[in-house]
């Protein structure tokens, strides 16, 4: 186990509190949908940022350079991909009926049964 599981851990308090802060403040200042974006792009940052350095710490522990790369260049497309969804909610699900889909064994028209000799 080295430095970089308490450093982890520490830093994901630290994140959250001070993901707490930005949305308190700005729901204060009327703005919370606003706050949350804002602490969603930091959160993910943050958490970016402290992944690619226990990824590069733990690849320079293991002496395994390939797996520490492949490791950082993962985390930066998924702290892309959070920082993204942090800026971009998902809006509300639709949910479907059977009904509206079209049903294909009904209404199909697969051409002439020649077709299949």
């Known amino acids: 186990m080295g430095w970089w599981n308490p450093f982890k851990a520490i830093a994901n308090v630290v994140t959250k509190a001070v993901s707490a ?3 308190g403040v700005s729901t204060a200042l009327g703005e919370p949908e606003l706050g949350k974006k804002i602490a969603g ?13 226990v990824d590069i710490a733990v690849g320079v522990a293991t002496s ?3 797996t520490a790369v492949v490791s950082v260049i993962t985390n930066i497309a998924e ?14 699900t ?4 059977a009904a509206d889909a ?16």
């Open 21 to 23: 802060v930005i949305e």
């Open 41 to 53: 792009v930091f959160e993910a940052v943050v958490d970016t940022v402290v992944d690619v350095v």
């Open 64 to 66: 395994n350079p390939v």
């Open 79 to 92: 702290g892309a991909k959070d920082v993204y969804d942090a800026l971009n909610p998902a809006s509300e």
């Open 94 to 97: 639709v949910e479907v009926a």
């Open 102 to 117: 079209p049903v294909l064994e009904g209404n199909a028209d697969y051409g002439s049964d020649d077709m299949l000799m």
